[in-house]
């Protein structure tokens, strides 16, 4: 039975859906004024493993990942571009697809844009107004009255007395309480025109907070399964979601009976470079396509993967290289059982169990993936039909993370991309030939002296049954 760790109860929790059988889920997206970088990759690919499994575990899922394209720094990008909002969010769009593409992930069921739920958003503000939990201040902001709201702070453990011990923000502008946030932003005089919609409250544009509880109530419900995203969301980004999407359904006070918004929290862990996290404040970051310029997606999968998502990473081009020789070592057991092919596995097998267990205790693919070298291990060691069926297992294991889905030589003989590759295949198998040659002529120590000569070049030669001579890059 699944468990997941709920941020909210900060604890695992055996795993009941709302709807039995069918799975909601709404992950935290992208503010497309730039590429993307590792950390968004992250949040990418611990979503789409949480999709993959639970669709293997049966349940029908939806998945929504929202596309911020309205906020302060796509307005500051666009207006120093000289282009239109539209044209600047479009284009970045269109790369987040593209590295996503690359990295062979799952699309969402369903990517709602920000600037299409505008009346949505709108409409959550005018109730949370009628609850008496938001209010339009002096400067024509719209502001969420944080003090009315008791159960402000559940999801972070954070209290309104430590949150405003520690709040430096000024009073200003009609702000009733720094701590409030606002929902509706007043236009200024010299913002572009595509960056205002009417309202009741004048022209203006919706907060960043408001956008995701107007769009996952909209296409998931009032009431849904799961909510993800990074750590760093968690407060304040998901804590407004929560003050304002059970403030507008609601009001100032909760029933015992009332349903949350959300049942399960879930949030990744930061990617660090050289222990600090990576930021773009910081000019630490790394974009997705130029680390893919470098390394195989695969590569990049599996590297973040073999981490449990809820822990941090620190991330390198040593820690990348640490992984692809993981899938080098899957890759090898695999190659061994050329003619292995997909069929359902056997629900019995013990390597099928221990991979359940561990998905199943809040999607832990460290040891998910540490079965699979366990059975790649076997793999090696088996012979006949019984290493062909060994070999299936872990494909098809292998496959429910994305991780395997290639012709094993075709991956042992593409090397890395971090390196010098050097020699090209055509020159391998030349040097291959000879070294036969060399051995057919009896000349034993040439022989060796290719098998050498290619090792330091990073080829790596394996003789098999009746004269045949496979190689791989190291």
């Given at each position: 039975m699944l468990?997941?760790?709920?941020?909210?109860?900060?604890?695992?929790?055996?795993?009941?859906?709302?709807?039995?059988?069918?799975?909601?889920?709404?992950?935290?997206?992208?503010?497309?004024?730039?590429?993307?970088?590792?950390?968004?990759?992250?949040?990418?690919?611990?979503?789409?493993?949480?999709?993959?499994?639970?669709?293997?575990?049966?349940?029908?899922?939806?998945?929504?990942?929202?596309?911020?394209?309205?906020?302060?720094?796509?307005?500051?990008?666009?207006?120093?571009?000289?282009?239109?909002?539209?044209?600047?969010?479009?284009?970045?769009?269109?790369?987040?697809?593209?590295?996503?593409?690359?990295?062979?992930?799952?699309?969402?069921?369903?990517?709602?844009?920000?600037?299409?739920?505008?009346?949505?958003?709108?409409?959550?503000?005018?109730?949370?107004?009628?609850?008496?939990?938001?209010?339009?201040?002096?400067?024509?902001?719209?502001?969420?009255?944080?003090?009315?709201?008791?159960?402000?702070?559940?999801?972070?453990?954070?209290?309104?007395?430590?949150?405003?011990?520690?709040?430096?923000?000024?009073?200003?502008?009609g702000k009733r309480d720094p701590l409030d946030f606002v929902l509706w932003k007043s236009a200024k005089p010299d913002e572009p025109e595509d960056t205002r919609w009417q309202s009741p409250w004048g022209e203006g544009r919706p907060g960043w907070h408001i956008e995701c509880s107007a769009m996952s109530c909209d296409l998931l419900g009032q009431h849904f399964d799961i909510h993800g995203g990074g750590a760093d969301l968690q407060f304040p980004h998901h804590e407004n979601e929560i003050a304002q999407s059970e403030g507008a359904l609601y009001g100032q006070h909760h029933k015992a009976d009332d349903q949350p918004f959300v049942n399960y929290w879930m949030h990744n862990g930061h990617i660090r470079v050289n222990e600090e996290k990576m930021s773009k404040s910081l000019g630490n970051f790394f974009l997705i396509r130029d680390v893919l310029k470098t390394f195989d997606p695969e590569v990049v999968r599996f590297f973040m993967l073999r981490a449990h998502y809820r822990s941090p990473i620190n991330y390198s081009d040593a820690q990348l290289e640490e992984a692809r020789a993981g899938l080098v070592r899957l890759y090898t057991a695999l190659a061994q059982a050329p003619s292995v092919a997909s069929k359902a596995l056997d629900i019995h097998s013990p390597w099928l169990i221990r991979f359940t267990d561990a998905m199943n205790d809040d999607f832990n693919t460290p040891e998910a993936i540490a079965a699979l070298f366990d059975l790649a291990t076997e793999v090696n060691r088996a012979q006949g039909d019984e290493k062909i069926a060994l070999a299936n297992t872990l494909k098809?294991?292998?496959?429910?993370?994305?991780?395997?889905?290639?012709?094993?030589?075709?991956?042992?003989?593409?090397?890395?991309?971090?390196?010098?590759?050097?020699?090209?295949?055509?020159?391998?198998?030349?040097?291959?030939?000879?070294?036969?040659?060399?051995?057919?002529?009896?000349?034993?120590?040439?022989?060796?002296?290719?098998?050498?000569?290619?090792?330091?070049?990073?080829?790596?030669?394996?003789?098999?049954?009746?004269?045949?001579?496979?190689?791989?890059?190291?």
């Open positions: 468990q997941i760790y709920n941020t909210l109860s900060r604890s695992k929790q055996l795993f009941k859906p709302i709807e039995a059988g069918k799975v909601k889920m709404y992950v935290c997206g992208m503010t497309v004024y730039d590429f993307c970088h590792i950390g968004h990759a992250r949040v990418m690919i611990v979503f789409d493993m949480v999709v993959r499994w639970l669709r293997a575990s049966g349940y029908e899922v939806i998945y929504v990942r929202n596309i911020t394209d309205i906020d302060d720094k796509i307005i500051k990008r666009a207006i120093e571009n000289g282009e239109p909002i539209s044209a600047l969010t479009n284009r970045f769009i269109d790369a987040m697809h593209a590295d996503s593409d690359e990295l062979g992930l799952m699309h969402p069921e369903q990517e709602p844009r920000a600037t299409d739920y505008i009346a949505q958003m709108q409409g959550m503000i005018g109730r949370l107004i009628e609850n008496d939990l938001a209010y339009q201040a002096q400067d024509g902001d719209v502001n969420f009255a944080v003090r009315l709201f008791p159960e402000y702070g559940r999801l972070s453990g954070k209290s309104i007395d430590e949150l405003n011990a520690g709040e430096r923000v000024a009073i200003g502008g098809g294991l292998a496959n429910t993370l994305n991780f395997l889905q290639r012709d094993p030589t075709v991956f042992l003989q593409t090397g890395s991309k971090n390196a010098d590759v050097g020699l090209s295949s055509e020159m391998i198998e030349e040097h291959i030939a000879a070294r036969v040659a060399a051995k057919q002529a009896k000349d034993f120590a040439q022989a060796d002296a290719i098998r050498k000569n290619l090792l330091v070049q990073g080829v790596v030669l394996e003789d098999k049954p009746g004269g045949i001579t496979e190689w791989r890059r190291s």
